[in-house]
């Protein structure tokens, strides 16, 4: 069984950074890609991100490229997505998630373990 715990949400001004962390329990993490996943008030959780277990292929949804970036230190079992220049439509629940397959992909159906998410708002 693997345990997922994400920290680092908050409330931050337009254009503020945030860094969000994942903390994940299990010997064989490096094997699973991770994912990072959101939703907003009132809608569908969504992808944003997603590496494999190499750390070699990143994935990240239209929105978000170019100001998010996810990373892993597979020694500390971390899952990390730094967030730069948010914007208010960025205000959502923070998920992150694990995929024993370790491809790291961007639907939500590949992905075995979940955290509770972390609350992410953004303010104009």
């Known amino acids: 069984q693997v345990q997922l715990v994400e920290s680092g949400g908050g409330l931050v001004q337009a254009g503020g950074s945030l860094r969000l962390s994942c903390a994940t329990s299990g010997r064989t993490f490096t094997h699973y890609g991770m994912g990072w996943f959101r939703q907003p008030p009132g809608k569908e959780r969504e992808f944003v991100a997603a590496?494999?277990?190499?750390?070699?292929?990143?994935r990240y949804t239209d929105s978000v490229q170019g100001r998010f970036t996810i990373s892993r230190d597979n020694a500390k079992n971390l899952v990390y997505l730094q967030m730069n220049s948010l914007q208010p439509e960025d205000t959502a629940v923070y998920f992150c998630?694990?995929?024993?397959?370790?491809?790291?992909?961007?639907?939500?159906?590949?992905?075995?373990?979940w955290g509770q998410g972390t609350q992410v708002t953004v303010s104009s």
């Open positions: 998630a694990a995929d024993r397959a370790g491809a790291g992909r961007w639907w939500q159906a590949a992905y075995d373990y």
């Open positions: 590496m494999d277990w190499t750390g070699g292929t990143t």
